[in-house]
């Protein structure tokens, strides 16, 4: 059984495959506490795997972004091959403190340490796209020893839109002076959707 806290439909709103219509299952829990989380995840639903493919053939998306929490904690190599089974991509949103199953088709890790400490540091050696929150004032770690295909920064939501609009244009003023990261905004937050 796997505890779910939600499973819905929208499109992406952050990083390499912004704007995607996707299904969403969110994973209840995490080991993390991060005081900036903007996601109620410690609730939810036992589920069986079959009844989380079946709640995800409900949508018409074929991308399925499994998060939380921290999905690494209940997602297994039989879940995703049965999303696989009824012709999923399946993406992975992480903090990249624990493995993953090597069958995902998607990794997008969302390393902590910088906030949290060393007890949140990446165990994952690569990924398809690393994506940063942006303080505008700490200079973002490069995890030059995880192999990934895309960098993005992601502005820092504080919930005070004076602060934020600070931390954007520092965010845009990092990029340009540093090429090699994209800027991730938060689109489902902007278009004020799930």
Known sequence: MI????IFCSLQGEGYHSGTPAVFVRLSGCNLHCPFCDTRHEH???????????AVRRHAA?????????PAL?????????????????????????ALPA????????PKDAFLGPQAAPVLTRADELKLLFDGVHEPQPYGDISVT??????CDTGDPTQNARIT???VDYILRHPEWRLSLQIHKILGIQ
């Open 3 to 6: 505890r779910v806290n939600e």
């Open 44 to 54: 939810g639903t036992e589920m069986s795997e079959e009844e989380v493919v079946e």
């Open 62 to 70: 074929h991308h399925v972004v499994v998060t939380g929490g921290e």
């Open 74 to 98: 209940q997602l297994t190599p039989s879940l995703v091959d049965a999303l696989h089974v009824i012709g999923r991509y399946v993406a992975v949103e992480t903090n990249a403190t624990r």
């Open 103 to 110: 069958n995902v088709d998607w990794v997008t890790l969302s």
């Open 150 to 155: 895309h960098r993005f920064l992601q502005p």
């Open 169 to 171: 244009a520092a965010t």
